[in-house]
């Protein structure tokens, strides 16, 4: 049985934050929580929530999570706190360090999560920014581990904007030695010093840029897309559209892989664009697997953060 254990880092804003050894373990504690193997308890805790943007999966597997660490969530909403008001951060985080235990945070600078960072004295979560999504990539580990057993001479290629998400996977993926692959239109590839960190952190990484999905796709085991457009780029979605037009994860696609992929996608999806409806009700999908899990391993990162 897997018990929490202490990480070197005291906040998670990024997948880096982790080291391999953490994360497979985080990996495996996060899968007896699944199993019900390990019913460790985190009494009396307080995880605040601040969610800038919508959130169906993240709000609500955090708070199930700390629900069955026997703790508990409060919602601080900025359209009815201070926050909302332009209250300064660093007094916000000061205040809420002495009635919370931990935060975690949805928002969209990464600055704006730092600065939490550096007045919040306690547990600071990115639950999602611009820049990264590290929980997400988590629970995306977790469900290729369970499919193919680890993470040896396994492919994933992700098909979509080089936005945050793939930022996650990059780095998660260089850590845990798995080959990454980016299929994106010109002008949408990952932002050089993403490129250039996830090579520092592994010389061997097989990190590839793609402008070709039926290309990116061969031989691949994990197919993953993502929406095109991301919350706060509703205005831009007609271009987008445009710009990505080939990049639909469909039955051909999957075909073309020539290895009977699983098909990951974070959710929420719009079927028929970015990945066909077929697709995510077809065999090869795994996505509400995915979905699930994020509960699984939220648990077990507040598990580690907290005891």
Known sequence: ???????DTDNFLSSLDLKKEEIL??????????????????????????????????????????????????????????????????????VLSRYCDALAIRTFKQVDLVEYAKWFK??????????????QALADFLT???????????????????????????????????????????GFEPKT?????????????SLKIFHDPSIAVKGANVLYTDVWSSMGEESESSIKDKNFEGFTVN??????????????????AYRGKEITDQVIEGKNSRIFNQAENRLHTQQALLACLLS
């Open 1 to 7: 049985m897997y018990k929490p254990k202490k990480f």
């Open 25 to 94: 373990y985080l990996l495996e504690l996060a899968k007896n929580f699944k199993d019900k193997q390990s019913s460790f308890k985190v009494k009396d805790k307080v995880l605040g929530l601040i969610f800038d943007k919508a959130s169906t999966r993240t709000r609500v597997s955090f708070q199930v999570a700390m629900s069955r660490l026997g703790s508990n969530v409060i919602e601080i909403n900025r359209n009815t706190s201070q926050i909302g008001r332009g209250e300064p951060i660093k007094d916000t985080a000061r």
């Open 122 to 135: 306690k547990p600071v979560i990115n639950a999602l920014t611009d820049l990264e999504h590290p929980c």
């Open 144 to 186: 290729i581990k369970e499919e193919f057993g680890g993470f040896k001479n396994i492919i994933l290629t992700f098909i979509g904007d080089g936005n945050n998400v793939a930022n996650s996977l990059i780095f998660t993926g260089a850590l845990l030695g798995v080959e990454v692959r980016i299929a994106c239109p010109k």
């Open 193 to 205: 010093s993403i490129i250039k960190r996830a090579n520092e952190i592994n010389p061997n990484n």
């Open 251 to 268: 039955q051909d696609l999957i075909n073309r892989a020539n290895n009977d992929p699983i098909v990951l996608h974070c959710l929420p």
